[in-house]
């Protein structure tokens, strides 16, 4: 058994698990946050994004042993106590959703993506920013249509703040 300490949605976790553990089974079972999905455990469906140092990465592809040190944040650390994220609201007032199952991943990769190009997405940018992340009930359509929403509404809070 190896321990493993990182720091999740702001606070400091440690844990042992075997050396084969992945991180997505990690967070799941030794820290019980359960909003990162299981899907594939293969990285087809992106179901277990999460943001490892600021980036989106599939937590089904990596180690937690190798995980160990960085900065985690998983679905439930992505907005305040009790608030939505500008993509999460999004994603509700634009019907992004259906089962639900895909939609932690997707949301976690539209706000790396958004991130790292926001202010200039397209329907043809962000298609290709979800590329890697499979939704079978919605066709997409306003899963790109709230991330489109959000990244305007999160390009005008930042001419704001500016």
């Known amino acids: 058994m190896t321990k493993v300490t990182l720091t ?62 960085s900065t985690i944040t998983t679905i439930e650390g992505l907005a305040g106590q009790g608030e939505l994220h500008p993509v999460q609201a999004a994603f509700k007032e634009h019907h992004g959703l259906q089962c639900g199952f895909c939609t932690p991943g997707m949301v976690m990769t539209a706000v790396d993506l958004i991130n790292r190009e926001g202010g200039t997405l397209t329907e043809e940018t962000v298609r290709a920013g979800l590329e890697g992340n499979i939704c079978r009930c919605t066709g997409y359509h306003n899963i790109v249509k709230a991330i489109l929403a959000a990244d305007a509404e999160m390009a005008t809070g930042r001419q704001a703040a500016e």
């Open 8 to 69: 999740v949605n702001g606070r400091a976790m440690s844990g042992e698990c075997e050396d084969r553990t992945l991180l997505v089974h990690f967070i799941r079972e030794k820290l019980g946050l359960t909003g990162t999905h299981v899907g594939c455990d293969t990285t087809q469906c992106g179901a277990c994004v999460v943001h490892m140092d600021g980036h989106s990465v599939k937590s089904c592809s990596i180690l937690a042993v190798q995980a160990s040190g």
